[in-house]
């Protein structure tokens, strides 16, 4: 099992453009969740998802941005007219059905110029 | 609503010395906790939890519901375990993560 799998692993976009996160989870995982890592503030959580459903976006900001996990290929985090403030690094984490650990990928650090 | 609450940004302890990461949570409900740890250049990486009550890598952590905490201790801090760790509350299918405790252990 390749583990959870975040790509790109380094993003540069300039204020205006978009930013496209993905994360595959791990085999057999169907609950997805999306932390952003502001330096000097640990793991805000954004999003929670299972496939094809949003259970949970009360972390995400109510524009620009938008996270989905399809029914097939990986969960995409979608930001859009990125501005300075969204630099950061992103991280993808997958569970199995039900509680228990979660399993995070290396993360996905983007840089808007 | 839930909370979970690191208050050492960082914490700096001599090789050999006793270390306590603490951490504080707010859920009305049964919580489960864990700790969570990134060392350098790695990912995120579960170190334990506290239904397994199990000690991993010297590490151990007891929940005390009463004082609503799940500090995480070792008797003997190592190099090796200089790294940010994270304290994390699970309320089912929802994870809340701390903002973390950056951990250097000096030789």
């Known amino acids: 099992n390749a583990g959870v799998m975040q790509n790109p692993r380094h993003l540069v976009r300039r204020r205006g453009q978009e930013a496209r996160l993905r994360c595959s989870p791990m085999k057999g995982h169907s609950h997805v969740y999306w932390y952003r890592q502001l330096p000097e503030e640990g793991l805000k959580f954004m999003v929670y998802l299972q496939k094809e459903n949003i259970i949970d976006e009360s972390g995400m900001p109510k524009e620009r941005f938008s996270a989905e996990f399809p029914k097939e290929g990986p969960s995409i985090l979608r930001i859009q007219q990125v501005v300075r403030g969204d630099s950061a690094a992103y991280f993808c984490?997958?569970?199995?059905?039900?509680?228990?650990?979660?399993?995070f990928g290396e993360g996905s650090r983007l840089t808007v110029l | 609503a839930q909370r979970v609450t690191q208050p050492e940004k960082l914490l700096s302890v001599f090789k050999g010395a006793p270390v306590e990461l603490k951490c504080n949570y707010s859920y009305s409900g049964s919580p489960e906790l864990f700790w969570y740890v990134q060392y350098s250049r790695q990912r995120l990486q579960l170190l334990l939890r506290?239904?397994s009550r199990e000690s991993i890598k010297g590490f151990t952590a007891d929940l005390n519901k009463g004082e609503t905490s799940f500090h995480l201790k070792k008797p003997f801090a190592q190099e090796e375990d200089s790294a940010m760790y994270y304290c994390?509350?699970?309320?089912?299918?929802?994870?809340?993560f701390g903002t973390g405790t950056s951990l250097t252990v000096i030789p």
């Open positions: 994390a509350l699970s309320t089912g299918n929802q994870f809340y």
């Open positions: 984490a997958s569970s199995p059905v039900g509680t228990g650990e979660l399993f």
């Open positions: 506290h239904i």
